[in-house]
């Protein structure tokens, strides 16, 4: 039951377990009715349909749409796709002709965050396995081309995609992790991450003078600073890359990161929970739950 009427504008109301799931319930079933809604009225094919023009605009004519128009229609797309597997198989057919076309040109999020939608444990792709190596290839051009320019900001969502694929994919996932593993660590030129104090503090700050904004409804939050996001996508990539029991690429996280900087970043005072909580994932998969055995670490 969910008890007796309070007031609306009580801060304590709180709602049952059982009308909170209903009411989850009816909200995924409206999204639902949306998103396939959206399909049957054709105004997904519309839409692609620009997108193609564009395509073939930039291509034949150096003439491209408004930035704006198409970060907006992938927006649509990924709202249309997002865990509706009918939207997402009906949309993967124009992957290579239209949405890579996009993903290659330039850095766009719009684009970049409509394929981690697309991506998302969608076996159509994951199990082709030469359409899957030539976007991994492509993820890791584009992240080496922006690195150290004004695009920079947008690698986090790029590592990011690279771990979704691999947290996504279940079959045959090895190979996968050790490339990207390896890949990253020539692009990260071998290099230890040492992990400062200073640095510590540094995102320390920007996390808590990051400015809360409306995310959801009346819920606010903050947005992870490029920064911390770039670090926490770093993490989360080396994490999932060794989910699974995989020594290969258990020897290279140890190698990017040692357990002295985890040790540093643990006992280090102050530390947010946000950033605690990435380096536990990693130690948790890098250094304990291993392949082989890690005992010389802990003597």
């Known amino acids: 039951m969910v008890g007796e009427p309070t007031d609306a504008n009580n801060p304590n109301l ?5 009308l909170k799931d209903r009411l989850n319930n009816t909200f995924i079933a409206v999204s639902f009715y949306h998103q396939n809604l959206l399909r049957n ?7 692609i349909k620009i997108l193609k023009w564009d395509v073939v605009y930039h291509k034949y004519m150096s003439v491209n749409m408004t930035k704006a128009l198409i970060q907006s229609i992938y927006q649509i797309l990924g709202y249309c796709c997002w865990k509706n597997e009918q939207n997402k198989q009906y949309l993967v057919k124009y992957l290579k002709d239209t949405f890579i076309q996009h993903f290659d040109r330039e850095v ?3 684009v970049t965050a409509f394929l981690n939608i697309l991506f998302y444990e969608n076996d159509s792709i994951l199990d082709n396995d030469d359409q899957l190596k030539k976007i991994i290839d492509k993820i890791f051009r584009k992240i080496s081309k922006i690195q150290n320019t004004s695009s920079e900001y947008a690698v986090p969502f790029l590592l990011h995609l690279l771990g979704n694929i691999i947290y996504s994919k279940k079959k045959n996932i090895k190979p ?38 409306m995310l959801f409804g009346n819920a606010k939050g903050i947005l ?31 190698n ?40 010389s670490f802990y003597q």
């Open 176 to 213: 996968y992790q050790n490339s990207i593993l390896s890949s990253f660590f020539e692009l990260k030129n071998q290099t230890f991450i040492d992990i400062h104090p200073a640095i510590l503090k540094e995102y320390n700050d920007q996390i808590i003078n990051a400015t809360p904004q």
């Open 14 to 18: 709180k709602l049952s377990p059982i």
């Open 256 to 295: 990017l990161v040692s357990i002295k900087t985890i040790e540093n970043v643990l006992s280090t005072p102050n530390v947010h929970p946000i950033i605690k909580s990435g380096l536990l994932h990693f130690f948790f998969e890098v250094y304990l739950e291993t392949e082989r055995d890690n005992f």
């Open 41 to 47: 009225t054709n105004i997904i094919s519309f839409l």
């Open 108 to 110: 766009d999020l719009g």
């Open 224 to 254: 992870i600073p490029d920064q911390v996001c770039h670090f926490l996508s770093y993490f989360d990539l080396l994490t999932v890359c060794c989910a699974g029991k995989n020594s290969f690429s258990e020897n290279i996280s140890q």
